[in-house]
């Protein structure tokens, strides 16, 4: 017998059928009894897979002895609901007057078994009844099981029972079952509150259906037939004698399906919703026949049943459970034929009577708020009741209080959306992944893809939220998370995703909450709830209903939670990874109820929408998001495209075309506008531009458009009104926050005048009194202005802020990224078109003062010691300066090999860095691996004079080489393919070695093509490959790496070494010993720990004569080469000339092959070095060995 599978189906069943707070209380007496460790309790506590639970629960049980199942009975008596809380006119039908303690027994056979234990029904129909959802927010609860007998097993069991006495008997019990429970009177109105709480009448008839297979009938006789139709709650079990003269719905008009013509074996039965209230008694009676009990919907797998077999002895008979529409709502029926009923396809259900629903179940989804299908309103029939009256078979799909808060997001996310400030242009999203740093920290950072390698998402923002769900376990929560440094559009596009909402364009989502994470910022209580998180923190507080948080809890599969901008929340780091132990319906802070939403303890099965800056240590705590995208920015078109849009609104499309050549006119504001930032304040400074005519031009530095802004603003601000708007964005920047009240303005004067200059702007939705910066990158420029103004400042302390060179004791954070760029432009460009132009000659001495220490400042820097990054900034600052001494000195301080692996070379990184190097006056070698660069900036770099050499990713290349030959730009494509190297190239992917292998095609594709063979300088000047894909992917990988091996003529360095072990083998071996007589450049290889035994020891030795001329390193280090290897390799080591070191260390030959191995060497004077020690020989041959020949080495 297999004993662990009993005790883990009677688990499965015990978790399935009780409450979490029951099953911890299951946990905490095993923990009395000493079966679980405290550790392993409180492990078993956290556990979030209901299936795992009852398996280690299982195992406990089985190892600690306990076969019987003493534990399981304790339970499933012991923790049964308290007499107290059942129906106090409930009792024992056997006698008693109280229940008996539940005996689990053996059930192994089904549920026929289950109505011969002595199990009272009503404690069961407890054990099944769920906490209210509604008042708990939530509980750390393991899935629930279903049972494991689905319809059609049940359907398959029943019609094949024949007339054996074992099965009419135990037939005969189900249907003693099905009158006691249903005509007990105790039960009239229990079993809406027991049976089908949270499930609606509107629910059931909105499910996808599909007709029901036909089933034969078999009839028996029974002693004492059922004579009377019984009604329970909203149950009703009649007969079909008297169905002419009774009111009833045929479930063909339910589902709004026509009956077939054809008759069927449902074609006499009656189905009648009845109100709990109204009695039928008098209706019905059930002469002989069998009972038909039809299982199917998808919402409700206890509701509907079919029995069919011998031994019933009952009339046919429709049993049928929902909740009933008031009595003056019963819906009519066009006829008593009932062609079918639908059965779930989709659904794993369970026939049994004592099963919860699913909505019964915690964060289940409902398939009844998917389906919208269109009903018709039936007609009254001439047999129907005098009482009954017309209604329309349409019940609404909502409470009208959920209704009512779908209509007012839906109005409050269309309303947001107007004028130019808000035109749209679809930014690309591009998926995005976590890399560890090459730092000593080893933390996680966003990973800078090739630009061949990106993976766009398409589809529109229904598949890419769509997709990122097909990917999550049923009933877990999903955490995605949009990245993009500040001004690319990401606050822009979740505004988008709650308006596609708002359009019916995301139907898998029934509610979604946009919540800017200044909101919660300035939240200021100390406990929060899940209902303040959802209806009072946001931008439009709304009241609580308890109805509508109801039906969010019931399903938070259908739930979008936006948080926006969440770099800004205070504390937001680590949110992912608190610590927490079983949930708690008590009020927490706001930090543990975000911490308990990321960490899907709290409306479990939600989705969760982070957009932020990947600012400090925000990407570490985003480790354990589900999906991360990251947003691209605007291309060159696409900018363009926002520019005639602009122009579209305003009126201006006249000027489109001067609008477009002025931007044109000025390539590093071309570059900037890839940010829709930088792009609205370029179209705002035009309009102003146009109406000097001819003579308009746009700035050549960012500082300088900010500037062309906010001048005009400037000339006409009250007295000292920039300078105090200038100081506010300073210090709420240094708390990273960008919204701010009325009341922190200096005045109300000043206020007004932001407020009229569109420098601030009200928060949609928020209160009139809060208010933004219209922009990061203005907040920026001001908070630049305040440190060129500001007498506060020490001149001393000026530099820190250009965060070059950060200090190790208490450095500036650089939050507003945006200001060392903007210092230098206002401290270094001329006064009058600058600073002078904002604040006025009195500025001018403050200034100049400023400037002189930052002069000095950047004329000690050393830019060859500056990391990629910071090498970067300061070419920026540089440009913005627009100082001839300054330029002259940063670009002449360059080293010579630059590399910017795993540096983001954006469209204005790759502008500056091309003016620096075009200035410097010196050649170049340049790593440009990993950096994101796009097509035309690669061209634009590669193809300057002064870079002799560089590296970047063979895909963008082979994009690169395609495009020149496309434009026919011939001489240009020679002279990037002659200063293209990979030299040394290392394979540390799958890609990677197909990316090499495509390389040698194009160089083959070339020489088929051209009349004489010309070999790409990539291919022919590589000089060491290192092979390094692991135990896993290197034997799948390598003999795609040897079919290109004999392309590489100079190959003079081979490692096939790997930490994590190549485990090449024998196989791999002796492919790569049939490329030697092609490799005649070769003097290092190495194969070390990639497993050969003696076969590819015998392989490699015939071999290796090829590179006798070459070959001076072999290195077979830690394979599994034993005595016959060995004699193979000191066989061949005298024909090998050109051997210096030969390393066997770590293999598995004895004394025996190592004293071949050393008589060997005696013949080889060309060799040094034999490094032989091996833990299977005896240390004292090897001290012999040695003292015969000191060349061994035993280290």
């Known amino acids: 017998m297999n004993h662990f599978q009993t005790i883990l189906t009677r688990v499965q069943m015990l978790l399935s059928s009780h409450r979490p707070s029951q099953v911890q209380a299951l946990l905490d007496h095993m923990l009395e009894k000493e079966l679980l460790s405290r550790e392993y309790h409180f492990a078993l506590l956290r556990e979030p897979d209901g299936e795992a639970l009852a398996r280690k629960i299982s195992l406990t049980l089985l190892e600690k002895g306990d076969p019987d199942l003493a534990l399981l009975r304790w339970a499933w008596s012991g923790l049964q609901v308290p007499a107290a809380e059942r129906d106090p006119d409930s009792k024992d039908h056997s006698g008693s007057g109280q229940c008996a303690a539940m005996e689990l027994g053996s059930l192994e056979g089904g549920y026929l078994e289950l109505l011969n234990s002595s199990a009272d029904p009503l404690q069961l129909y407890h054990l099944y009844d769920q906490t209210d959802l509604a008042r708990e927010e939530i509980e750390l609860c393991s899935e629930p099981d279903m049972d494991t007998i689905n319809c059609e097993q049940f359907s398959k069991l029943l019609c094949d029972m024949e007339g054996d006495e074992e099965t009419r008997e135990a037939y005969a019990n189900i249907a003693e079952l099905d009158q006691y429970v249903f005509q007990d009177s105790q039960l009239d109105g229990l079993g809406k509150d027991i049976f089908i709480e949270h499930i609606g009448l509107e629910e059931m008839i909105s499910e996808s259906v599909e007709v029901l297979e036909e089933a034969g009938q078999k009839s028996q006789k029974r002693p004492e037939p059922l004579a009377m139709p019984m009604v329970t709650g909203t149950f009703l079990v009649g007969s079909v004698s008297d169905s002419a003269a009774l009111p009833c719905l045929s479930p063909p008009a339910v589902f709004n399906k026509e009956p077939a013509s054809g008759q069927s074996w449902l074609e006499e039965t009656v189905l009648m919703p009845v109100h709990p209230s109204s009695s039928l008694l008098s209706h019905l009676s059930l002469p002989a026949g069998c009972i038909q009990i039809i299982p199917g919907l998808p919402s409700l797998p206890q509701g509907l049943w079919q029995i069919s077999g011998p031994g019933t002895g009952v009339s046919g008979m429709v049993i049928y459970q929902g909740e009933m529409p008031p009595a003056s709502q019963v819906l009519p029926s066009s006829g008593p034929a009932v062609q079918s009923l639908p059965k779930s396809p989709d659904r794993p259900g369970s026939t049994s009577p004592f099963a919860p629903s699913a909505a019964d179940l915690p964060g289940m989804p409902e398939p009844a708020l998917t389906s919208r299908a269109n009903r018709t309103e039936d007609q009254m029939s001439p047999t129907q009741s005098q009482a009954a009256h017309e209604i329309s078979s349409k019940p609404p799909k909502w409470p009208e209080s959920v209704e009512r808060l779908c209509s007012s997001l839906r109005d409050e996310y269309l309303a947001e959306f107007a004028g130019p400030e808000d035109i749209l242009v679809e930014v690309e999203l591009v998926k995005a992944r976590l890399e560890r740093s090459s730092g000593k920290s080893q933390e996680r950072e966003l990973a800078t893809p090739d630009w061949a390698e990106r993976q766009l998402a398409r589809g529109g923002l229904a598949k890419v939220l769509g997709a990122a769900g097909d990917r999550r376990r049923p009933r877990e929560t999903q955490v995605i998370a949009v990245l993009g440094k500040a001004g690319q559009g990401k606050s822009r596009w979740a505004r988008e995703v709650s308006r596609a909402w708002a359009c019916g364009q995301l139907p898998q989502y029934d509610f979604v909450f946009y919540l800017p994470c200044h909101c919660l910022d300035r939240a200021k209580g100390d406990t929060y709830r899940l209902q303040d998180l959802l209806f009072c923190l946001g931008p439009q507080p709304r009241p609580m209903d308890e109805e509508v948080f109801d039906h969010i809890l019931r399903r938070p599969d259908r739930v979008l939670l936006i948080l926006d901008a969440f770099e800004g929340l205070e504390g937001q780091d680590g949110l992912l990874h608190s610590a927490g132990g079983p949930m708690s319906t008590e009020p927490h802070s706001l930090r543990g109820l975000l911490a308990r939403l990321f960490q899907r303890k709290l409306l479990r099965g939600c989705t969760l929408l982070l957009t932020a800056r990947p600012w400090g240590r925000l990407a570490q705590s985003l480790s354990k998001a589900d999906v991360l995208f990251e947003v691209a920015g605007f291309s060159a078109e696409q900018a363009e495209t926002y520019v005639t849009r602009y122009l579209a609104c305003t009126g201006a499309t006249a000027h489109r075309e001067r609008v477009l050549a002025l931007l044109r006119g000025q390539p590093f504001l071309l570059s900037l506008s890839h940010s829709p930032t930088v792009c609205r304040a370029v179209c705002r400074l035009t309009e102003a531009l146009l109406e000097l005519g001819d003579k308009a031009e746009l700035p050549s530095t960012l500082t300088g458009l900010y500037v062309g802004l906010l001048g005009p603003a400037a000339r006409d601000s009250p007295p000292e009104a920039l300078a105090g708007l200038a100081k506010l964005a300073w210090e709420l920047g240094r708390k990273h926050q960008g919204t701010l009240q009325g009341s922190q303005f200096p005045s109300a ?31 920026c420029f001001l908070g630049a202005v305040w440190l060129a103004l500001s007498t506060e400042i020490k001149d001393k302390e000026l530099p820190q802020y250009l965060a070059l060179t950060p200090r190790k004791k208490r450095p500036y954070d650089n939050w507003l990224e945006g200001v060392p760029r903007f210092l230098a432009g206002l401290l270094f460009q001329p006064h009058a078109d600058c600073l002078g132009a904002l604040a006025g000659p009195a500025a001018a001495a403050v200034g100049a003062r400023k400037q002189k220490v930052l002069s000095r400042y950047l004329k000690r820097l050393q830019p060859g010691t500056l990391q990629a990054g910071r090498l970067l900034e300061l070419l920026h600052c540089a440009h913005e300066a627009a100082d001839a001494a300054i330029w002259q000195h940063v670009v002449q301080g360059l080293p010579a090999r630059l590399s910017f692996l795993g540096t983001r070379l954006t469209p204005p990184n790759t502008y500056v860095l091309c ?242 191995l050393a008589a060997s060497l005696r013949k080889c004077p060309h060799v040094e070095t034999l490094a032989m020690w091996t833990p299977t020989i005896p240390f004292g041959v090897h001290e012999h060995l040695q003292q015969l020949d000191s060349r061994i080495s035993l280290r």
């Open 749 to 779: 004067t000043v206020r007004a005048w932001a407020v009229a200059k569109g420098l601030v702007q009200p928060i949609p939705g928020a209160p009139d009194v809060e208010l933004a910066f219209s922009s990061f990158l203005l907040q």
């Open 915 to 1156: 003016s620096a190097l075009a200035a410097a006056g010196q050649d170049f070698s340049l790593d440009l691996r990993s950096t994101g660069i796009d097509p035309a900036g690669l061209g634009s770099l590669v193809g300057l004079s002064c870079v002799t050499h560089f590296r970047a990713s063979l895909s963008d290349m082979a994009g690169l080489w395609e495009s020149l030959q496309q434009r026919g730009e011939t001489e240009l494509l020679r002279a990037v393919e002659e200063k293209f190297t990979i030299e040394p190239f290392k394979a540390k992917s799958p890609k990677d070695v197909e990316d090499l292998g495509n390389l040698v095609q194009i160089q083959r594709t070339r020489n088929s093509s051209e009349d004489t063979a010309r070999e790409l300088p990539a291919v022919r000047d590589l000089k060491k490959l290192e092979f390094a894909l692991g135990s896993v992917l290197g034997p799948q990988a390598f003999p795609k790496l040897v079919r290109i091996l004999e392309a590489f003529s100079s190959l003079q360095h081979l490692d096939l070494d790997s930490l994590s072990e190549n485990k090449i083998g024998d196989e791999g071996v002796e492919q790569l010993s049939a490329t030697f007589p092609r490799l005649r450049a070769l003097e290092t290889l190495n194969l070390s720990q990639n497993s050969i035994t003696d076969v590819g020891a015998c392989k490699l030795a015939e071999a290796l004569p090829s590179l006798a001329a070459s070959l001076l390193r072999l290195s077979l280090y830690n394979n599994s080469i034993c005595d016959v290897g060995a004699e193979s390799l000191a066989h061949v080591l005298p024909d090998m000339v050109s051997l210096r070191v030969l390393d066997v260390q770590y293999n598995k030959f004895t004394a025996a092959g190592a004293q071949q």
